[in-house]
């Protein structure tokens, strides 16, 4: 099956960098707000950059919260795009579209803040998301805000103590780095999500 993935357009993500990186593993994926575009793809990608309650309301002034929550079709959140998911972020005290339970907090004390970089991630537990090459990989972080280790969690990174690199429950999916920043194991992680079913 031919992946049809659409990017949630709410916010003010740079799209430009995420449509080509998808292109890169041999998926077209356009931005799109329209509801029926987005119940009609096989996958959806939701990123995200700036603050959550900015980004929170932009989708619940869109419609696109009750949306996010419908879905059966895989959902990878991005970056912010993966902090939405949980049930509430310290960030603007801001209540979250709850797919995910959990809060998410503001990184702890570290050398600098926010976390800006390459940094590894900890595979702990296998999934077809990050595949048999994802373990250790480096990948291209910028957040302030992440979310704990918990039950979800499927790799781990650390900046001032760890936080969830990646998680997984159901159809939902979330990594904080960026993979379209993120050479060729972003590439290899869009290709293992485009993968699944």
Not at 48 to 67: C, K, S
Not at 146 to 175: E, K, L, M, Q, Y
């Amino acid at each position: 099956m031919t992946a049809r993935a659409v990017i949630v357009a709410a916010g003010g993500a740079n799209f430009g960098s995420l449509i080509h990186a998808c292109r890169r593993v041999g998926v077209e994926a356009e931005p799109a707000l329209d509801a029926s575009r987005i119940r009609a793809a096989t996958h959806v990608l939701l990123p995200g950059v700036g603050a959550a309650g900015h980004a929170m309301r932009a989708l619940r002034e869109a419609g696109l919260d009750r949306v996010l929550g419908s879905l059966r079709q895989p959902l990878l959140g991005i970056c912010l795009g993966m902090q939405v998911l949980f049930e509430h972020s310290e960030e603007d005290e801001t209540e979250c579209l709850g797919l995910v339970p959990g809060r998410v907090r503001r990184l702890g004390p570290a050398p600098r803040w926010p976390n800006m970089g390459w940094s590894p991630i900890t595979a702990c537990a296998a999934h077809p998301l990050l595949g048999d090459d994802g373990d250790g990989e480096w990948f291209y972080f910028v957040h302030g805000y992440a979310a704990p280790v918990g039950a979800d969690t499927i790799a781990v990174s650390a900046h001032g103590g760890p936080f969830s690199a990646a998680i997984a429950r159901d159809n939902v999916f979330g990594v904080q780095f960026h993979p379209e920043k993120s050479s060729a194991a972003g590439r290899r992680l869009l290709s293992h999500f485009f993968a699944i079913s």
